[in-house]
Structure formats: structure tokens, C-alpha cells
């Protein structure tokens, strides 16, 4: 054992990251009618990536920050990008997201951002990449083994 997992816990504890969690609930909750998510060849589509969890922000390890960037592509016009984009929003912010052993503890639009490119199949592509901040905490259960705070409050 290092000194510094000697320093900072005092158990052996293994670290869960919440990005399939994430993943898997962002997918759930954007799929709709007449927008595909993910793949490649299909517009309008919806596109999940560059997902960055965060350092733990408490001493227990449980609450995250997770940044994503949903992205709204469409070969029709910046103005289908830019409803799909507020639709997400919508989706994201109005409804709970659906998580196992997480909880969501907010969802924050932080930055976006608009893209036009041209292809070898369509003249122009739009794209708005939507990064949100998405904070997430640890489910604990009853298995878990006392933080070294708790073990010195009982003590």
C-alpha cells in the first residue's frame, strides 16, 4: 500500500467511475421519434461524447462532475440543429435522469457552440456541440464500510 492511500483512507476501497452510468442515461433519455443517437450515416442525429469525469469532490469519493457534449447535427439547416439542441436541453433539465446506484444532483448548460462542415455526400453539415456539467453522487448502501470520519464520530 502507498504512503499517500495510507494518508488518505484507511480502507482498501474500490474506485467506481459513473461514466457508463452517465452514458447509458443520456442515451435513454435523448432517444425520441425522428432523431437518431450515436452512429454515423443518419441525419438528424444526436451524438453523445468527449465525456470527462472529474476528481472526486468529496473525501468519501461519491460526488462527481461529469462534463459531456451532446452534440445536434442535421443536413437540413442551422435551424433544426439549433431545435434539436433546445429540445435536448429540455429533455435533460425537466425530467430526472434514470440511474442505478446514482443519483443526479443537477444539470448545468455551460457552453455552446456552433459548427458548419461540408462532406463527400451533403454540401453542409450543422453542427451545435452542447457541453453540459452534470453532478452525480454514490448511492451508499448499507455494505459500504464507515468513512474514517464516520469511524472517528463513533468512537
Given at each position: 500500500?502507498?504512503?499517500?492511500?495510507?494518508?488518505?483512507?484507511?480502507?482498501?476501497?474500490?474506485?467506481?467511475?459513473?461514466?457508463?452510468?452517465?452514458?447509458?442515461?443520456?442515451?435513454?433519455?435523448?432517444?425520441?421519434?425522428?432523431?437518431?443517437?450515436?452512429?454515423?450515416?443518419?441525419?438528424?442525429?444526436?451524438?453523445?461524447?468527449?465525456?470527462?469525469?472529474?476528481?472526486?469532490?468529496?473525501?468519501?469519493?461519491?460526488?462527481?462532475?461529469?462534463?459531456?457534449?451532446?452534440?445536434?447535427?442535421?443536413?437540413?439547416?442551422?435551424?433544426?440543429?439549433?431545435?434539436?439542441?433546445?429540445?435536448?436541453?429540455?429533455?435533460?433539465?425537466?425530467?430526472?435522469?434514470?440511474?442505478?446506484?446514482?443519483?443526479?444532483?443537477?444539470?448545468?448548460?455551460?457552453?455552446?457552440?456552433?459548427?458548419?462542415?461540408?462532406?463527400?455526400?451533403?454540401?453542409?453539415?450543422?453542427?451545435?456541440?452542447?457541453?453540459?456539467?452534470?453532478?452525480?453522487?454514490?448511492?451508499?448502501?448499507?455494505?459500504?464500510p464507515e468513512t474514517p470520519a464516520q469511524e472517528q464520530e463513533n468512537n
Amino acid at each position: 500500500m502507498s504512503i499517500l492511500s495510507r494518508i488518505f483512507q484507511r480502507w482498501p476501497r474500490h474506485q467506481v467511475s459513473g461514466y457508463r452510468t452517465i452514458y447509458n442515461a443520456l442515451v435513454a433519455q435523448l432517444t425520441r421519434q425522428g432523431v437518431t443517437i450515436g452512429g454515423t450515416a443518419k441525419y438528424p442525429r444526436v451524438e453523445i461524447h468527449s465525456i470527462r469525469e472529474q476528481e472526486r469532490l468529496d473525501k468519501d469519493g461519491a460526488l462527481r462532475q461529469i462534463n459531456v457534449t451532446v452534440e445536434s447535427i442535421s443536413n437540413r439547416s442551422l435551424g433544426e440543429a439549433t431545435t434539436m439542441n433546445e429540445d435536448n436541453l429540455r429533455l435533460l433539465t425537466e425530467n430526472e435522469l434514470e440511474l442505478t446506484g446514482w443519483t443526479c444532483l443537477g444539470i448545468l448548460p455551460v457552453q455552446l457552440q456552433d459548427m458548419t462542415e461540408s462532406s463527400d455526400t451533403n454540401k453542409i453539415i450543422y453542427r451545435l456541440l452542447q457541453e453540459v456539467t452534470i453532478y452525480l453522487e454514490k448511492t451508499k448502501t448499507d455494505t459500504q464500510p464507515e468513512t474514517p470520519a464516520q469511524e472517528q464520530e463513533n468512537n
